[in-house]
Antibody, heavy 120, light 106 residues
């Protein structure tokens, strides 16, 4: 069955960087686009970024453009989210999710999320 | 594109019908709208896509409709496991955007 397992979360100081990973299994990873979505404590879902199946195209939410970078390594069945210059507003659970197709569609499968806390 | 969901909270009882609204600030290439259900401590679960298509395994008491800028998710008869938060997502125009959610509670 499809499994998405996020890792890399934790407590980080403001201004620092963090890279999240999401390892996929149970499907042909290089055939699907991948998304990152976050959820601040007690808040709603915020779509962040999508990457095409081959990694050639990415698109970002305006709120994070230039500060977050999505990438993937199809040889490792893994998608990444590089986050720079973190602030308290980045504190959230970060979910990776599988696109239903090669990219630019809805997400049909989700990981359980990894918590990022930005704090001194 | 900003999505607005109403009401913010819907207080109902099991067996009642729920009607949730999602309205977009502008068109986004209808019918590229999905609905997700989220329970506390869990990841979102896909319910509907393309406005009216049920995802795999979703019971037929869930239905979706709408076009243009106005969309609706209906739950014909609420079961105890349906009490949750529901989000709409538009994927017709980048950047994709979620609505703020509607909480269906007792």
């Amino acid at each position: 069955q499809v499994q998405l397992v996020e890792s890399g979360g934790g407590v980080v100081q403001p201004g620092r960087s963090l890279r999240l990973s999401c390892e996929a299994s149970g499907f042909t990873f290089n055939g699907y686009g991948m998304h990152w979505v976050r959820q601040a404590p007690g808040r709603g879902l915020e779509w962040l970024a999508v990457i095409s199946h081959d990694g050639r195209r990415q698109f970002y939410a305006d709120s994070v453009k230039g500060r977050l970078t999505i990438s993937r390594d199809n040889s490792r069945n893994t998608v990444f989210l590089q986050m720079n210059t973190l602030t308290a507003e980045d504190t959230a659970v970060y979910y990776c999710a599988r696109d239903v197709g090669r990219a630019w569609n809805y997400a049909d499968q989700w990981g359980q999320g990894t918590l990022v806390t930005v704090s001194t | 594109i900003v999505l607005t969901q109403s009401p913010g909270t819907l207080s109902l009882s099991p067996g009642e019908r729920a009607t949730l609204s999602c309205r977009a600030s502008q068109g986004f290439g209808s019918p590229f709208l999905a609905w997700y259900q989220q329970k506390p401590g869990q990841a979102p679960r896909l319910l509907m896509y393309d406005a009216s298509a049920r995802a795999t395994g979703i019971p037929d008491r869930f239905s979706g409709s709408g076009s243009g800028t106005d969309y609706t998710l209906s739950i014909s008869r609420l079961e105890p496991e349906d009490f949750a938060v529901y989000y709409c997502l538009q994927y017709g125009s980048t950047p994709f955007t979620f609505g703020p959610g509607t909480k269906v509670d007792l």
